[in-house]
């Protein structure tokens, strides 16, 4: 009579009482620092840099100079100034978090299960983060709604917006332009945290800390900077793409080809409110650098 035990039994029942390895690898590889302190960047920036979106939204749907941006909103009133910041504050207070916490804790996964070389794992952590953030496309869509000057008598605020959406024309809806966004994020976002940290290496040591500062907001900056004026025609055809409603969905490319007929056959207009934009990415991604980097130093 054999009495060993029977190895596929002992398999079986070491799987129900244990976690598998991998999950367990997984879920210990995210910290939830990561995603507070981007949660806790993301609220400082938008509370300085909302206004200066508005223009340059309108930048990108009417294809008109700053003065023409800035003289819509001075003659809509204070009271539109910050007329759909909810939107982004959620959406960028979550991607943010999200933005943080998924590419450290998918590099921190890859590296400790894969040999992989460095800037693979931040190419495929970055672009993870990336997709993950396309979840919340639906703040985007309800904040181009709000901020275009022809959804102002429909929509009285945030709430709404989202359930006249959802009752008139579903939840699909809400995902229109997700292509852009997902060509935008993760090759961005994967660009980065790459820049970023190789910048780090060539900073000079200090030990002050207002000169600390000042090198994590310039390094923030110039690289967020850089990045969107790269990405700047994606977002164009994304607002081109949300501006509409309840229509049937054009393809990318044929946003692409009607925005260049539209704009006199020339590229450069693609990049119209690109200049302001670019400041305000320099101002926003300095804010929102220097904030990680310090609200992480508190938390540590």
Same mark, same amino acid.
């Given at each position: ?43 400082? %920036? ?116 989202? %359930? /006249? ?69 994606? %977002? ?23 925005? /260049? ?15 302001? %934009? ?23």
């Amino acid at each position: 009579m054999n009495n060993e035990p029977n190895l596929r039994e002992i398999n079986s029942e070491a799987l129900r009482t244990s976690p598998h390895i991998y999950t367990r690898s997984i879920l210990a590889a995210f910290d939830w620092k990561e995603f507070a302190c981007g949660c806790g960047a993301a609220f400082i %920036n938008i509370g300085v840099t909302y206004p200066i979106y508005k223009m340059i939204f309108r930048q990108m749907l009417h294809g008109v100079p700053i003065t023409s941006a800035f003289g819509q909103l001075r003659n809509e009133g204070l009271g539109f100034l910050y007329r759909g910041i909810f939107p982004p504050m959620a959406q960028k207070t979550i991607s943010l978090s999200i933005m943080f916490g998924v590419f450290d804790g998918s590099r921190r996964y890859l590296i400790e299960n894969f040999s992989m070389n460095a800037y693979t794992v931040k190419i495929i952590a970055g672009i993870t983060s990336g997709t993950v953030e396309a979840v919340l496309l639906p703040f985007e869509r309800v904040q181009t709604l709000l901020a275009h000057s022809k959804y102002h008598e429909y929509f009285a605020n945030t709430p709404r917006a989202f %359930n /006249y959406v959802l009752v008139h024309h579903g939840f699909l809806e809400l995902y229109r332009g997700i292509v852009p966004v997902l060509w935008r994020n993760g090759p961005s976002n994967a660009m980065f945290f790459m820049l970023r940290e190789e910048v780090s290496l060539f900073l000079p040591d200090t030990s002050s800390k207002t000169t600390k500062t000042a090198q994590e907001f310039v390094a923030g900056a110039i690289i967020g900077a850089s990045i969107s004026t790269l990405f700047y025609p994606l %977002n164009v055809i994304k607002v081109a793409m949300q501006s509409e409603m309840g229509q049937v969905s054009e393809s990318m490319w044929a946003i692409c080809k009607r925005i /260049y007929f539209e704009r006199g056959n020339r590229i450069k207009y693609f990049y119209r409110g690109c200049a302001f %934009n670019s400041f305000r990415s320099f101002l926003s991604w300095g804010i929102m650098n220097t904030a990680y980097e310090n609200l992480k130093k508190v938390m540590s």
